[in-house]
């Protein structure tokens, strides 16, 4: 196996926590020490050990770490409180990649680490006057982000916080970044993991770009690598999500729109065949034209909040149907949706959520049942494999409903983008 990333650690705990990032969504990771010269894996995470090293040999560690390898993609992951010889790694991994940029995100808001105005803050306190300030080898002497970098060798620009929210915007500020003739250093706020979803999404939007995309090393901590998503999916991906739980419409919210097709609740109770062909076609254009900032995925529901919900059990009810009938409807709609799309379009792999749906769903498929790998996306979403009928052997994550956090539908999709166990 080649390598398809390639993140480059200073010391081992950070490997590790990186490292598991792409691991919890599926990837072959694999952690080794810098003189292993011999290992492939998916996801290989080499530690330099060079954290406080002198910046010389820091530098020259990583690039060897880097051009002894061939990777499609290169993360260079930095300490989320700015310790360590962070420009003259950068410097040294931005060179020997040859990316047109290096964006650089380091905060971990779910660990109190967050960017705002450039100003990088540990649980809201400026990162040098915490005990990073005060590191007896290496101490962190500015908090400001932009002018930590002020010693690169490359230009050094910044994204504010009101440009990462939402992923074109950020696509946008790299290709301006990037129109220069030299490679530029990019800084970014952060104080959010929806921030941090922007960034990486706006990267790989950036990258896939039909006119000139951008060659991007991808600089943060464990933070943002929860957001990468790396390899090429064998076939788009399918989700079909049938919960009608806050927790799913919060994960769906955090979908791009393009992304989530949404099937016409009252129109299905009212004539199934016109509200499942008109999904039909919704789903197969978005699948055709690659919108997706996960791989080439859609997925399927019938209600986005609570008034979904509510309009169509109106609906059922004018309609002279009980609740109960109006979930079977659902949950049959839904899987006539899967059953037409898989047909035309062939779905690498497969995301269900909500037990019902995900019944109806292998139901419609013809599927004998699911074959576990032992594996999972997450605590409570386990990966599996279809058994028989029109999606045999395709990877599958089913989630309960209520499972999860915001990201865990977005966390599912990066996990079954080329999934092999």
Not at 137 to 161: C, K, M
Not at 271 to 284: C, G, I, R, Y
Not at 375 to 390: L, N, T, Y
Request: glycine share 10%; net charge negative; aromatic share 2%.
């Amino acid at each position: 196996m080649t390598v398809t990333t390639l993140v480059v650690a200073d010391d081992r705990s950070g490997a590790c926590d990186t490292g598991h990032q792409f691991a919890a969504r599926g990837r072959e990771t694999v952690v080794v020490g810098r003189r292993d010269r011999s290992a492939t894996a998916d996801v290989l995470v080499v530690d330099t050990d060079s954290r406080y090293a002198d910046a010389s040999t820091a530098a020259e560690r990583v690039r060897d770490a880097v051009t002894t390898r061939d990777p499609d993609l290169v993360y260079k992951k930095v300490d989320s409180t700015l310790r360590g010889n962070l420009v003259a790694e950068v410097d040294a991994a931005l060179t020997a990649s040859g990316a047109d940029l290096a964006l650089v995100a380091p905060a971990f808001p779910a660990e109190g680490r967050t960017t705002v105005g450039g100003y990088h803050l540990v649980d809201g306190t400026p990162v040098a006057e915490t005990a990073a300030g005060s590191d007896s080898d290496a101490p962190v002497e500015t908090s400001h982000l932009p002018t930590r970098f002020s010693g690169s060798n490359y230009q050094v620009d910044h994204i504010p916080i009101d440009a990462v929210g939402d992923a074109s915007t950020v696509a946008g500020r790299l290709a301006d970044a990037a129109s220069g003739d030299d490679p530029t250093v990019l800084t970014c706020d952060a104080a959010t993991d929806d921030h941090l979803a922007a960034i990486a999404a706006g990267a790989a939007d950036a990258t896939d770009a039909a006119d000139s995309p951008l060659d991007v090393l991808y600089v943060g901590s464990a933070g943002l690598a929860r957001h990468v998503t790396v390899g090429s999916e064998s076939g788009p991906i399918l989700g079909v999500v049938g919960s009608a739980s806050p927790r799913t419409f919060d994960q769906l919210d955090a979908l791009p729109d393009e992304q989530v097709v949404a099937l016409d609740g009252p129109a299905l109770i009212d004539d199934e065949a016109t509200a499942v062909s008109a999904a039909v076609d919704q789903a197969l254009d978005r699948l055709g034209k690659g919108t997706s900032t996960v791989g080439t995925a859609v997925v399927v529901t019938a209600a986005k909040s609570p008034t979904d919900v509510d309009a169509t059990l109106q609906a059922a009810e004018e309609a002279g149907l009980s609740g109960a009938s109006a979930r079977e409807h659902v949950a049959s709609g839904l899987a006539a949706v899967a059953a037409r799309v898989t047909e035309a379009s062939s779905p690498g792999a497969y995301l269900l959520s909500g037990g019902a749906v995900a019944a109806a769903t292998l139901d419609a498929l013809d599927a004998d049942g699911i074959r576990l790998t032992g594996q999972a996306v997450e605590d409570g979403v386990p990966i599996g494999r279809v058994v028989g009928g029109a999606a045999a052997t395709s990877p599958v994550a089913t989630k309960a409903g209520a499972f999860g956090d915001r990201r865990t539908i977005r966390n599912c999709l990066g996990a079954l983008a080329g999934y092999d166990e």
